[in-house]
């Protein structure tokens, strides 16, 4: 349960982050300095709809679970002043004992595009009964200035202070980008995506270099060009010592698209292969 409990971590504009270069390098003191140390490269984020495959890419031989099938679909729009995200998802799991779960998850954001305010709500089905979160963080101007605080209204109502450095998933996304095209190797930030009711995570990563190899599953223009291998660890605010709660391999265009996104747990990885995508129109604002 605890594994299927973290892959409805992987969502949002979290997964369209980057990272792929070696684990050792992802514990908390791997940084090459705060994220308020952001890059100066433009980002043009292409607002898109997309849809991903799922199955399970390996299990070890001591891991329960033997398959992992379904649809992720992501949508990114430009909300004039915001940044809409939308993303649902259903997954199978099948385990070694016949036994079997389904996973369905709504995931819906608004955030703008300063990074101030971050509206959030989560429906999931997990074979046990819907569960819902919502609520609205936000966070002082400038970014870093001071602390912040998120408000939920489901499960149930509480207040819970955000760090100072505190970035909303799209900010952290594009601050990913910024820093992978720049040519930085590594970011470190908390991050509060909503997901859970509770503080934020720590997501540390390793940028990879750009590279150019052509997806050829895909005719869409905008799912080709230059790409970033990537790897990201969430340490979320349970963990304890260097072992992350779990690690995500992304390969991102500068556009913000994800070509393809592996998500790694202590004994099996779940893919998610890009099989469509389109861009969106641009709002009338």
Request: glycine share 8%; with cysteine.
């Amino acid at each position: 349960m605890k594994e299927w409990l973290m892959l409805d971590r992987a969502r949002a504009a979290a997964v369209l982050a980057v990272a792929v270069l070696g684990v050792s390098a992802l514990a908390p003191h791997a940084t090459a300095g705060p994220a308020t140390a952001v890059p100066t490269a433009a980002v043009e984020i292409l607002p898109h709809r997309a849809l991903y495959k799922v199955t399970l890419d390996k299990a070890s031989s001591s891991s329960s679970i033997v398959d992992v099938q379904g649809r992720m679909g992501f949508e990114w729009r430009d909300a004039c002043d915001g940044w809409a995200v939308e993303q649902r998802y259903a997954m199978e799991f099948s385990r070694a004992d016949g036994d079997g779960s389904v996973i369905q998850s709504t995931y819906s954001t608004w955030e703008s595009k300063d990074g101030d305010v971050y509206r959030f709500f989560v429906k999931r089905d997990r074979g046990g009964g819907e569960e819902r979160i919502e609520g609205k963080a936000v966070m002082p101007l400038p970014l870093g200035s001071g602390p912040g605080k998120v408000t939920f209204a489901e499960p149930e109502q509480q207040e819970l202070k955000l760090p100072k450095d505190t970035l909303f998933p799209t900010e952290h996304t594009i601050r990913m980008i910024q820093a992978a095209t720049s040519g930085k190797r590594f970011l470190r930030a908390p991050v509060f995506d909503g997901g859970e009711p509770e503080a934020p995570s720590l997501i540390s990563a390793v940028l990879g270099k750009g590279r150019t190899d052509k997806l050829p599953s895909i005719k869409a223009e905008a799912a080709q060009g230059v790409y970033y291998p990537s790897r990201l660890a969430w340490f979320g605010p349970d963990s304890e010592g260097s072992e992350p709660d779990f690690e995500m391999s992304i390969d991102v265009l500068a556009n913000g698209i994800a070509r393809s996104i592996l998500v790694h747990y202590s004994d099996f990885s779940v893919r998610m292969s890009l099989e469509e995508v389109e861009a969106l129109p641009p709002p009338a604002c």
